[in-house]
């Protein structure tokens, strides 16, 4: 079974632009959470998309955004860039529903998001 | 609120030797523990999850946790470290009653382990 698919695996932009980071779950997997890694920070809570819907949302501005589809592929936004957002930016999968307390999620290899 | 802490940044060992990375926690309600080790330029790799039940759970490589509620520690244990265990490893935790059917993972700061040849 093919693992969490993000894409790119590494951007550079420059501050004041945006950038949209996608992300495939594993087949069958209906939620999606995404964190943000910086050596500063460690690793932080961005969001959870299950079924579509926001099911929860960290502590981050609201230039970060992000939706789920019908396919539960997932998307993130971040807008009007500044340098602190530099960062790794890892999406995990989970199947969602049932039990949380047994539910595992499952990372992928992260998108490089550099900001100059 | 939950939280995890890792109190080494660094773990140093001797290839064949055992090796411990430690873990405590703090939540409200049951607590649902996990271990996920990072290589360098990747992203997480599950290790194990501690739920309910036995306190020693297995995981994957040779690896195992012991849950310990009145210390509340949750420290990952190999009875014999590997060159290639080197990596960083971190500990994360759920909480039912501050995520409810959220599937939030709170992680510590994270422990790199060197393993020595």
């Known amino acids: 079974k093919a693992g969490v698919t993000q894409t790119p695996r590494y951007l550079i932009k420059t501050r004041g632009q945006q950038v949209t980071l996608s992300c495939s779950p594993i087949?069958?997997?209906?939620?999606v959470s995404w964190y943000q890694q910086t050596p500063g920070q460690g690793l932080q809570f961005l969001f959870e998309?299950?079924?579509?819907?926001?099911?929860n949302k960290g502590n981050f501005p609201g230039r970060f955004s992000g939706r789920q589809f019908s396919n539960s592929r997932s998307e993130m936004n971040v807008s009007t860039l500044e340098l602190g957002d530099s960062a790794l930016y890892l999406c995990?999968?989970?199947f969602g529903g049932g039990s949380p307390s047994t539910d595992t999620q499952y990372f992928g290899p992260g998108t490089r998001l550099t900001v100059l | 609120a939950q939280s995890v802490a890792q109190p080494e940044d660094q773990v140093n060992v001797a290839e064949g030797n055992p090796l411990t990375v430690k873990c405590t926690y703090s939540?409200?309600?049951?607590?649902?523990l996990f271990w996920y080790v990072q290589y360098p330029n990747r992203g997480l790799q599950f290790l194990l999850k501690?739920?309910?039940?036995?306190?020693l759970v297995k995981g994957s490589y040779g690896f195992e946790a012991e849950f310990n509620k009145s210390q509340t520690s949750f420290h990952l244990k190999k009875p014999s470290a590997l060159v290639s265990d080197s990596a960083l490893y971190f500990c994360?935790?759920?909480?039912?009653?501050?995520?409810?059917?959220?599937?939030?993972?709170?992680f510590g700061s994270g422990t790199q382990l060197t393993v020595l040849p």
């Open positions: 087949s069958g997997h209906r939620s």
């Open positions: 939540v409200s309600g049951n607590p649902y």
């Open positions: 998309y299950f079924s579509e819907t926001q099911r």
């Open positions: 994360a935790v759920r909480d039912l009653i501050s995520s409810g059917s959220a599937r939030q993972l709170t």
């Open positions: 501690y739920i309910t039940g036995d306190n």
């Open positions: 995990a999968s989970s």
